[in-house]
């Protein structure tokens, strides 16, 4: 290093000599002038660029100590490995659920059933079917409905008492 900064000085005199007309030159022609002037800055270029090179090659990695290492590496490594599998196969059944095959060309309901089904349901038939028995066990429960409330076994709604009347028109 104290050897570059050397040199690095050594070039800066011969400029100044150089420009002060210190140096012997031949007529003392202008051109020759900026000859050796250019000549001088290549020269440092050079030496600049070499002295770089050489300190990007010597710059050295610290090696870590033993006594800083984690004690838990494998066990992080490990766990590391198991939250990776873990994403890949919600990333697999999220994109099954949200993009299944689903043919641009079936009924909106018929697709919907199909998104909502999580890939059980592949193909609009069988999604047909499966609306289909929706609708009959609708129909159904609302029959048996209807049919409990036509026998009576539905609790009536009572008229409130007098004295209840009384107290919420005093209130």
Known sequence: MEENSNKNTEIGEA?????LGQLPLK???????TRKAQ????????????LHEQQQKTIEVPKMD??????GIDEIEESLKKFSEKSEK?????????????????SKIARLTMKISGGLIKEEKQAEYVLLGFAILAFLASGYLFYLGMRGNVPAIKKPSPEILNQMKQK
Not at 39 to 50: D, S, T
Not at 66 to 71: H, Y
């Open 15 to 19: 400029l100044g000599e150089l420009s």
């Open 27 to 33: 007529n003392n022609d202008p051109g020759d002038v």
């Open 39 to 50: 000549e001088a800055f290549r020269e440092f270029e050079l030496k600049q660029k070499a």
């Open 66 to 71: 033993e006594s800083l290492k984690f004690k």
């Open 90 to 106: 919600d990333q697999k059944e999220k994109q099954v659920i949200e993009n299944p095959n689903i043919p641009k060309d079936a």
